[in-house]
């Protein structure tokens, strides 16, 4: 950045030029983060450059008036803001990509100046693109490989253990605690890795598998069941399961071998064949198919994750996962699928997805594009000298939710006010002497981009203050003066904020992951009637409510990232919040499991059909009723409710086939789980609906 500044004003002699090159480079080096390969961060940072472009000339072209400035910052910021939801690089570029439009809209200049802007901010993009490429840094997405590839590995020694001896608690505690440390690990990056690369979306896709893959092995180890006894047909099943589990780890180790898919296939039909050999009303069947069932069950969900791991390693692709899983489910993967769509169609999908003010993307941006565009309203009308710092100030200090935003404004005063005072003793120590202030510009720039990292918020706006001291006096020498109008411009940047933060959403995170929780159970239970129906008999046509439910999983998602990235109390432990997002996960995975049971399906005529829609229904009606209670307007009661039982029909005389009774077993995991999410929903219902202030 200090080499840019000097050959745009010393060496070309151009200001326009040199104010954009200097803070370009700064947008680009410091607020952006990109992660992937290197192809992939030359991609983003292209993107980068070509889209601050676009911008810088809407941002020139509408500074010279209030009222258009302001009209088409909204819609241009929010545009900004939501494109975030493409993915974790997209993301990573938002706050660099707004610097690219704010500059420009708050800073005076003519239609004339274009060329120049756009030639430093691509001196910027060029130089500081081939800095991130030639210096490469530690990569956060490694960590979380790093903690698929430890469950995925701790998993298989489990299955081993299992296979020659029973099951102990300290063993099902430590798979609890795997999957908890992944869990933690994905929920502290800042953004999901999904969006339009397949293979960070097979990244988060094999978390999630991860996550159910230990779930059922908890189950197993709960239950008691004792697979060293189990038939060779069943061992063999969680033996391939376990050979896949330990490839898909050394995938997401680095390696380069795929995992044995084919053979854990194999041996999961070889299990069912067995079982159709054996005759329904044998006084064995029952015993065998209900032994099974976890083998089935988790030979599925490693299957899934199996394969996610090979595309998130860049084996394979997108196709060839859609493909398989076809050949290994039948029919049925294409209706439970989220879709294979690329480029527009697949973005406009994901913008689809979350166009809904239960999303906290289209909140967020909603309430950005307000701050913005009241920053640049306050800026122009108050006529202050650098407008782009009341603008830069709000984009700093707003955050989700009202109170993060008064404390964080707090915060961006008291430390501009301290790089102020230790810029203005700095320059009244230097004085005039131009060679040391360029001497001393490399040294403050290091320091202001460093410090918001490793130190804190408070400190990084000290440094920056300082930076725009030493960058402005070089530019036009006018003292410690200049640090005094950013103190002021900053606290002008910071009242915006907190009146946006204040009228719009003061809420933040806490309603909205209520309300998402909500529609996961809503939208999980359609999927889990419909599923059933299909499977049974009793529906004709295959479940079509699996993009519903895996959209609602995503609003979700991003709603909880934001939500524990707030500061301030939470009022549930991290525990308890686990158990009712969980809950959702555990239902909708449950569905997408019994869509892919072996064939053939129960007919319609048999009772045990009925028997099992029948139960279905008692969960969906209580999954609704939750549903209601985490949605519902505030007064209502929010009692606990009460878990509900299944009668006592004969089920278990009626079922005639491994597809009924694993069908029954599922079922049966629901229900026996539901108490452990009832309290803590109840928990969450009633934090929704106190004073924001609370």
Not at 222 to 249: F, I, M, Y
Not at 417 to 427: K, Q, R, Y
Not at 562 to 584: C, I, T
């Amino acid at each position: 950045m200090p080499a840019l500044f000097a050959l745009t004003d010393q060496v070309i002699g151009n200001l326009q030029m040199a104010l954009f090159a200097a803070f370009g480079a700064f947008a680009i080096l410091v607020l952006a983060n990109f992660e992937g390969t290197a192809r992939e961060k030359l991609g983003a940072h292209t993107g980068l450059a070509l889209a601050g472009s676009v911008l810088l000339v809407i941002g020139t072209a509408v500074t010279h008036s209030t009222v258009l400035a302001v009209a088409v910052t909204i819609p241009v910021t929010f545009a900004v803001f939501f494109a975030g939801v493409a993915g974790p690089n997209a993301a990573g570029g938002v706050t660099a990509a707004l610097l690219a439009y704010v500059l420009p809209a708050a800073t005076p200049g003519a239609i004339s100046t274009i060329p120049d802007r756009l030639a430093g901010w691509w001196l910027a993009s060029v130089v500081g693109t081939t800095a991130v490429l030639a210096i490469p840094t530690p990569r956060s997405g490694d960590r979380l490989r790093a903690a698929i590839s430890s469950l995925a590995a701790q998993l298989a020694d489990e299955i081993a253990r299992f296979l020659s001896s029973p099951p102990s608690q300290a063993r099902l505690a430590a798979c609890v605690e795997a999957k908890h440390a992944l869990l933690a690990e994905f929920n502290s990056t800042p953004y999901r890795p999904t969006g339009l690369a397949v293979a960070a979306q097979a990244t988060a896709n094999a978390v999630e598998l991860a996550g159910w893959c230990a779930s059922l092995v908890v189950d197993t180890l709960r239950e008691g069941c004792d697979v060293s006894r189990a038939p060779p047909q069943v061992r063999a099943v969680w033996q391939a399961a376990a050979a896949v589990l330990r490839g898909s780890a050394a995938l997401f180790a680095g390696g380069s071998a795929w995992p044995r898919l084919e053979e854990l296939e194999a041996r999961r039909q070889d299990e069912v064949t067995r079982l159709e050999e054996i005759a329904p009303d044998s006084a064995e069947f029952e015993q065998q198919a209900q032994l099974s069932f976890h083998a089935h069950a988790f030979a599925a969900a490693t299957l899934a994750f199996g394969g996610d791991s090979v595309v998130a390693a860049r084996l394979a692709g997108a196709d060839w996962l859609a493909h398989t899983r076809a050949r290994w489910f039948g029919d049925s993967t294409r209706a439970v699928g989220s879709g294979q769509l690329t480029g527009v169609s697949k973005y406009a999908g994901i913008a689809r997805r979350h166009t809904s003010l239960r999303s906290t993307w289209f909140i967020n941006s909603a309430r950005g594009s307000l701050a913005l565009a009241g920053a640049v309203a306050v800026a122009d009308v108050s006529n202050v000298q650098h407008g782009f710092w009341v603008v830069l100030a709000a984009l700093s200090v707003l955050r989700t939710n009202a109170m993060s935003t008064g404390s964080t404004a707090i915060r961006a005063v008291l430390g501009t006010t301290a790089g102020f005072v230790v810029g203005a003793l700095l320059l009244l120590a230097i004085g005039t002497d131009t060679a040391a202030l360029w001497a001393v510009l490399p040294v403050v720039v290091l320091v202001a981009a460093y410090a918001p990292g490793a130190f804190s918020f408070a400190v990084g706006q000290a440094a920056f203050t300082v930076t725009v001291a030493i960058l402005f006096n070089l530019l036009v020498p006018v003292g410690w003066h200049v640090g005094l109008l950013r103190v002021e411009d900053v606290a002008l940047g910071c009242a915006v904020s907190i009146v946006v933060g204040g009228l719009f959403w003061p809420r933040g995170m806490a309603a909205v992951v209520a309300k998402d929780l909500a529609d996961g159970y809503r939208a999980g239970a359609a999927y889990l009637s419909h599923t059933v129906g299909w499977v049974s008999g009793l529906r004709a046509d295959p479940p079509d409510e699996a993009k519903s439910a895996v959209a609602a999983g995503l609003r979700l998602d991003a709603a909880l990232r934001s939500f524990l990235a707030e500061r301030g109390a939470k009022h549930l432990r991290q525990d308890e919040l686990w158990r009712v997002v969980g809950g959702a996960v555990r239902l909708r995975l449950t569905a997408y499991s019994i869509a892919k049971l072996p064939r053939p399906r129960l007919h319609h005529t048999d009772p045990a059909g009925a028997m099992l829609s029948h139960r279905a229904e008692i969960l969906v009606g209580f999954y609704e009723r939750l549903s209601a209670q985490l949605d519902g307007p505030r007064g209502q009661s929010l009692a606990v409710l009460p878990a509900p039982s299944f009668p006592d029909d004969g089920l278990t005389m009626s079922l005639r086939s491994s597809g009924a009774i694993w069908l029954g077993e599922h079922l049966e995991h629901l229900r026996e789980h539901l108490p452990e999410v009832a309290e803590p929903a109840a928990q969450v219902a009633e934090i929704r609906r106190r004073p924001w202030w609370r």
